[in-house]
């Protein structure tokens, strides 16, 4: 069994006898917060990720409380998934690790469970294209309540705790835990006042949209230290580049835990990690990636010292700018929609696509984009010939939204307070506006003193998800259309609805791409004010469900 140093900022759950002896038929370990799934039917792994997003509770204690009692576990007693599992390795290690064909590092996954990681963490651990993730969702989760052991859910840095502001960064963090838990009853009220609610809405339904909008409302509030549980889904290759990027960070968290994803990876597939703390090989890689990287952040700081845009106070609306796209990129669509169905070369149809009629090019594209009944009807790779790239700043909350859609390219710079910060029109009326703006002071003050003593990497667990971080996305068309579409929907947050309805006017006004804007045609563009529960008809929708009234 694996034992985390009593140091360490994490909390270990407690297990009865009972319990231990059949959580460790199942994980790989009973007491850190970082553990692999195993034994399991694929299809259950899903289900607990999947549940586990809307809970607070841990995986393990998620899978005692709600899963075991309808699994046969009967059969399970001998096994011991917490002993590191013997395997013989030899022909991996001739093809993978002598020969280094990491193709076969692509045949096998691994569930990981990662907890009591900061929000600051999740960011890097989501990087990675070739991964699934499950993050635990501030819609659906209160952090209004204390742990057993009194603390709030917020990574303590051992650095932090060991300087001397270690009794203040706790003082802050706790005071802006505790301004969001006050407000969160006041907002709930307030929503519960100004939104009616219809005749054949159930109570659960109602109680449960009036929640997530104050939970939405107030996230505002949390800061980036605020942990989060992930489900994670990866083959051996993604784990072992994922791991590389980690140990190649600047943030001591992160080197940290990739520490502790490897010791769990080795037990399920260690041929696959060997090569991570191999000198000439893993360590090679993360050196080389973390010597760039800082060569890089000393360039910059001298090219363009004190060339800071900073802006403290609150900000009326994010801000979209489209700085990079093709004029010619509909031709190119259209082209490449016809080009499967005729025995063309590029270079003809091209020529041929110039002289089309514009008739001619809209029937090519209403014929692509077909039927659509709604926004799962996706079209084909031809919209992927034309590229997009924005550079955005709204809220930390917004980005790390729109940050998880996988095959976007997107660079975010530090976070920090500088950008100013989000507060809803709700948190003024329901008369919370000075609490929130003196939690907003109070991140940004932390936020320096951390900064000077420990560098951005760690001020930034003090910015708050309100703050503001520009970023870049780059993205072809096809992603446009299924991340617009997704993230316009009724139920989404209000900040990155705007960014991605800016997006769109953007794609059809300065580009001038309007046939292709048009094809996205389920991005919506209306304005749901405060007094509107988004969440609401996704609730009555579950709710008709549960009561078999839909299929």
């Known amino acids: 069994m694996t034992t985390y140093s009593t140091d360490m900022p994490y909390v270990p759950e407690a297990w009865s006898r009972d319990e231990a002896e059949v959580l460790k038929r199942y994980f790989t370990n009973l007491d850190g917060p970082v553990f692999a799934l195993v034994n399991l039917p694929e299809v259950v792994k899903g289900a607990l990720f999947a549940r586990y997003s809307r809970s607070a509770k841990s995986l393990r204690r998620l899978f005692l409380d709600e899963f075991v009692g309808d699994l046969d576990v009967s059969g399970d007693h001998s096994v011991d998934a917490t002993v590191g599992l013997a395997r013989a390795e030899q022909l991996y290690e001739k093809v993978f690790f002598e020969y280094g064909d990491d193709s076969v590092a692509q045949l096998g996954g691994v569930h990981l469970a990662c907890e009591q990681a900061s929000n600051l963490l999740t960011k890097v651990l ?42 203040r960064y706790v003082g802050d963090m706790d005071r802006m835990f505790d301004a969001y838990a006050a407000s969160l009853p006041v907002l709930y009220d307030w929503f519960a006042r100004n939104v ?35 489900g994670m889904y990866g083959s051996g290759q993604a784990y072992e580049g994922l791991l590389l990027r980690m140990r190649a960070h600047p943030l001591p968290e992160a080197r940290a835990y990739a520490d502790m994803m490897l010791t769990e990876l080795r037990k399920v597939i260690p041929s696959w990690v060997r090569r991570v703390e191999v000198a000439d090989r893993g360590s090679a890689w993360s050196s080389y990636m973390e010597k760039n990287s800082s060569a890089m952040k000393d360039l910059a700081s001298a090219l363009f010292a004190g060339a800071v845009e900073t802006s403290g106070a609150p900000a009326a609306a994010p801000r979209v700018d489209l700085v990079d796209w093709d004029p010619r990129a509909e031709d190119k669509v259209i082209a490449g929609m016809l080009y499967p169905y005729t025995h063309l070369s590029e270079s003809e149809l091209a020529h041929r696509v110039a002289g089309m009629s514009m008739d ?96 951005p990497s760690v001020g930034g667990y003090a910015v708050t998800l309100a703050h503001r971080v520009r970023y870049s996305i780059h993205m072809n068309a096809r992603e446009a259309m299924h991340m617009l579409e997704l993230r316009t929907t009724s139920q989404g947050h209000p900040e990155y609805r705007q960014v991605c309805q800016q ?49």
Do not use: C
């Not at 499950?134 to 309540?145: G, W």
């Not at 840095?157 to 009794?167: F, I, Y």
């Open 126 to 167: 989501e990087r990675g294209r070739l991964m699934s993730y499950m993050e635990k969702s501030t819609r659906y989760v209160a952090y209004d309540t204390r742990l057993p052991s009194g603390r709030y859910r917020y990574y303590r840095s051992p650095e932090v705790l060991a300087s001397p502001l270690g009794a």
């Open 360 to 455: 001619q090019r809209s029937e090519v594209m209403e014929r692509y984009a077909g039927e659509r009944v709604n926004r799962r009807h996706r079209p084909g790779r031809a919209l992927e010939l034309a590229s997009y790239r924005f550079d955005v700043v709204s809220d930390y909350g917004a980005f790390r939204d729109l940050q998880r859609h996988r095959l976007l390219t997107v660079e975010w710079q530090g976070l920090t307070p500088h950008h100013g910060y989000t507060m809803p029109t709700a948190v003024e009326d329901a008369g919370q506006g000075a609490v929130y703006a003196e939690a907003m002071e109070r991140s940004a003050s932390l936020f320096e003193a951390l900064q000077e003593r420990f560098g």
């Open 503 to 551: 997006m769109h006017r953007l794609i059809a006004e300065r580009a001038g791409h309007r046939a292709i804007a048009d094809m996205m045609g389920f991005v919506d563009h209306e304005g749901y004010d405060d007094r509107s529960l988004g969440r609401l008809d996704a609730e009555r929708r579950a709710d008709m469900r549960r009561r078999g009234q839909v299929g």
């Open 196 to 230: 009616a609610r219809l005749p054949d809405d159930s109570d659960f339904a109602y109680r449960q949209a009036l929640k997530a909008k104050a939970f939405d409302t107030l996230r505002g509030l949390l800061p980036a230290a605020a942990t989060s549980n992930l």
